[in-house]
Every structure is written in structure tokens, then in C-alpha cells.
């Protein structure tokens, strides 16, 4: 399993990579270029499922007490009651930039499924937001992966979760702001898109506000 998720991971960044690059070339070259613009916006769609898949996969080995994976070891336990398992995908650094990863690629999903309200500034945001998607990945993959393999001995049994998450209102509380903090990543993305192609009047601001408002 662990080789899935990591797969997952880096097949994200590499479509993150592509969506920003072929973005920029498509808002640089303008028009002729739609079909370039347009295989970015999948890419970008495809990043969603490809950071569900291992976002999936790593809640999948807390349930199945797969402690050669040394985050599930450091994060969960035999005991550890099922829906508790959950929060095992946001209790520790790895998990959480995981999962700060898969709610920005669920915004940039939505965003892009909505694009025909304006194909130029939703592309631009679009850039923006695999950039940051972009950062995000760098980290997963290489400073901070969660499918990290345990040496040595496989223990039999974990550290478990967190006595501070193990409260059905603390479980909640970090996705909570997570959907905030990251919600936020698409006004600025909106914001600095309309910035640079110089938008004219405020219909971007009247665009963002449902974005602003669900984020708060």
C-alpha cells in the first residue's frame, strides 16, 4: 500500500507541474493556444484524484495497522477506536500536510469544473493555485513523507493517536480550520490572477465573494 501512495504522490506532483507550466504558456502564447490550456485544466483535475488516492490509502493503512509505515506507527494503535482512525490523517506533520494538500486540490477541483464563468481569470487563478499545490507536493515527497517505510523490526503495535484528538470535538477542529486556512488560497489566487492581467472593474471581486464568504 505504501507504494501506492507514493506513486499517488508523486503522479500529483508531476501533473501539478504540468498544469502550472502549460498554464503559463497558455496565458503567455493567448490566443491558439486553448487546447494547451485546456489540457492544464485537467491536469489539474486529475491532481485532485491523484492527492484523494493517497490520502485514501494512508487512512486505509491506519485501519489496517500497518505499522511499517512510520507515520501510522508514531500516529495510531490496535486499540485506537475506528472513528478516531480518521484523525490519524491530520494528528501528525505528514498526515496534515496531506491533507492540507487534498483540500486544495478539492477547491482547485471545484474551481475548474466552474471555469466557463470567466476562462481567463479562472485560468490565471488556476496557475496560482498549482503553484502553491506545487510547494505543498515538494514537501510531501521530499521533506516530509508520510509513506516513509519503519527500519529494522516492524513493531507490533503503534504509539497511537494524540490524547488531545481523542475528543470527537477536537477530531473535528483541525479539518474545521484547514477548510478555512486553505479556502483562503482562492481569493488570492483570484486576487493576484486579476492582478497581473490587469483585470478591468470589479466583476472578479463579485466572482471571489462566494469563495470569501464560504471560506470564512
Known amino acids: 500500500m505504501a507504494e501506492i501512495g507514493s506513486f499517488a504522490l508523486l503522479l500529483a506532483l508531476a501533473l501539478s507541474l504540468y498544469s502550472f507550466l502549460a498554464g503559463i504558456i497558455a496565458l503567455v502564447e493567448g490566443e491558439g493556444s486553448e487546447r494547451i490550456g485546456e489540457t492544464a485544466r485537467r491536469a489539474g483535475i486529475a491532481t485532485f484524484a491523484a492527492v484523494l488516492l493517497a490520502s485514501v490509502v494512508l487512512v486505509i493503512c491506519a485501519f489496517r495497522d500497518d505499522f511499517s509505515i512510520a507515520y501510522i506507527f508514531h500516529h495510531s494503535n490496535r486499540d485506537l477506536p475506528g472513528p478516531y482512525k480518521f484523525a490519524v490523517l491530520w494528528s501528525g506533520q505528514e498526515g496534515s500536510l496531506l491533507f492540507w494538500s487534498l483540500l486544495l486540490a478539492a477547491y482547485g477541483f471545484v474551481l475548474r469544473l466552474r471555469y466557463k464563468t470567466d476562462p481567463r481569470l479562472f485560468a490565471y487563478a488556476g ?35 494524540n ?54
Do not use: C
Not at 527500519?151 to 497511537?160: E, F, K, L, S
Open 127 to 161: 496557475v496560482v493555485l498549482s503553484g502553491v499545490q506545487i510547494f505543498f507536493l515538494l514537501l510531501l515527497n521530499f521533506a516530509a513523507h508520510p509513506f516513509a517505510i519503519m527500519q529494522g523490526n516492524i513493531p507490533a503495535d503503534g504509539n497511537g493517536l
Open 163 to 216: 490524547p488531545l484528538l481523542q475528543y470527537p470535538e477536537m477530531v473535528i477542529h483541525p479539518p474545521m480550520l484547514y477548510l478555512g486556512y486553505v479556502g483562503f488560497t482562492v481569493p488570492f489566487a483570484f486576487a493576484l490572477g486579476a492582478l497581473i492581467m490587469k483585470y478591468p472593474g470589479e466583476k472578479w471581486i463579485h466572482i471571489t465573494r462566494r469563495w470569501t464568504m464560504v471560506t470564512w
